[in-house]
């Protein structure tokens, strides 16, 4: 029991981006962040699931995309008070916000070979509708602490009954 808790514990501390989606473009988005809202409201109007395969994980309800979440931006390099949604993940590089998450869609379109309508990079940014700024970062901080916690209580209390 104690090699099965030690191991647990190993693999939740050793960041590892192991996303079993369909795709490789990932957007981590939080459910009330107003910024993700707008998101992904633009990449839905401008038809940009129509062109690309992307997965949606929400992170503030989530846990195990929370922790997608924190082990994606540690595979980036970023420390986590500098992180936040709504992120693009793509070819292991993080993307923060509506404006960069929306460029880089745009490129990604443009790449693709297929015709979009899109002349230049100006008919996305001049579309997206935009927020007043909320610190969102936290939350899948806590979450990724809280199950650590929970994992490390387990152990300690089936430890206490032998």
């Known amino acids: 029991m104690k090699k099965i808790f030690l191991i647990s514990l190993l693999l939740l501390l050793v960041p590892q981006v192991a996303f079993a989606q369909n795709s ?4 981590f988005h939080g459910i009330t962040c107003p910024h993700c809202s707008s998101t992904l409201e633009n990449i839905e109007d401008l038809g940009l699931n129509d062109i690309l395969e992307i997965d949606y994980l929400e992170v503030y309800e989530n846990r ?21 949604v709504p992120m693009l993940y793509y070819n292991n590089k993080c993307y923060f916000g509506d404006i960069q998450v929306m460029d880089v869609l745009y490129e990604l379109t443009d790449q693709t070979g297929i015709e979009n309508g899109f002349s230049d990079n100006s008919v996305i940014t001049d579309s997206i509708k935009t927020e007043e700024p909320r610190s969102n970062g936290l939350l899948p901080l806590i979450a990724s602490v809280g199950a650590i916690l929970l ?6 209390l089936s430890f206490q009954k032998k």
Do not use: H, R
């Not at 195990?64 to 992180?83: K, M, R, T, W, Y």
């Open 151 to 156: 994992l490390v209580a387990g152990g300690y």
């Open 24 to 27: 490789d473009i990932v957007i």
């Open 64 to 84: 195990a995309n929370a922790v997608l979440f924190n082990e994606a931006i540690d595979s980036c390099g970023i420390p986590i008070n500098q992180a936040g």
